[in-house]
């Protein structure tokens, strides 16, 4: 009862649109209208569009219009390096980079420098894998993630025997993809599709922190 006593009053209290507001005028003319037989309101001659004319008109052009197909070629094509597909879910980019000797699908990443915030990091993270025709907002100063994990014992030292990999959540906000061309193999793919290309165990650490 309390959820619905809310949406309750804001439309008792609301007030009405512009186009309501006409509507309403209108049908006070037709009745004095009716009610006399010479219309003073209106010259004989102009003639008038009422807001019930034009939502018959919408009506109309509604009943027309045609949704665009939700399933797209890249859909049918599963070709992955499209943004333009899976329309109901969130895309995620994946670049190909090489850790090692190994050249692995991961979440665009770029190591750390000293004076550098871990934000300015993540900047220059996408700076060097989306180029200069694609635009994002990374949203906020904190971490969105983490995933710590250790070097193998060949390469460990006494002072350095992993690492830590803070994630940031960025928005892509270019609307116009088709001259952009990314840095590196890459791939747009949804959180059900991650597990086709990401290692079990990061894939995992990832997976707390990325909500679809």
């Known amino acids: 009862e309390f959820s619905a006593l809310p949406f309750k009053i804001e439309l008792e209290k609301s007030h009405y649109s512009d186009h309501e507001i006409r509507k309403l005028e209108e049908e006070e003319q037709l ?3 009716r009610e ?8 004989p001659s102009k003639t008038l569009v009422m807001a019930q004319d034009l939502e018959e008109k919408w009506e109309q052009k509604l009943l027309r219009f045609k949704a665009a197909p939700r399933i797209t070629d ?6 992955r390096t499209s943004l ?3 329309l109901d879910s969130n895309l995620m980019l994946l670049v190909k980079q090489k850790i090692g000797n190994q050249e692995l699908w991961l979440l665009p990443q770029v190591e750390w ?3 550098e915030t871990l934000r300015s990091t993540a900047e220059r993270a996408m700076a060097a894998f989306l180029g ?3 635009q994002a907002k990374i949203l906020g100063n904190a971490p969105y993630g983490i995933y710590k994990y250790k070097f193998p014992r060949a390469i460990r030292t006494e002072d350095n025997v992993g690492a830590k990999v803070f994630f940031f959540k960025a928005v892509l906000q270019s609307s116009d993809l088709s001259q ?14 991650l ?3 990401l290692k079990s165990e990061y894939l995992k650490k990832v997976n707390r922190f990325l909500l679809d």
């Open 195 to 197: 597990g086709d290309y």
């Open 84 to 86: 333009n597909r899976r």
């Open 31 to 33: 009745r004095r209208r």
């Open 180 to 193: 952009a061309e990314l840095k590196e193999d890459y791939l747009w793919v949804t959180k059900d599709e």
């Open 74 to 79: 890249a859909d049918k094509n599963n070709n």
């Open 113 to 115: 420098q000293p004076g």
């Open 36 to 43: 006399s037989s010479f219309d003073d309101d209106e010259a």
């Open 132 to 134: 200069d025709h694609i």
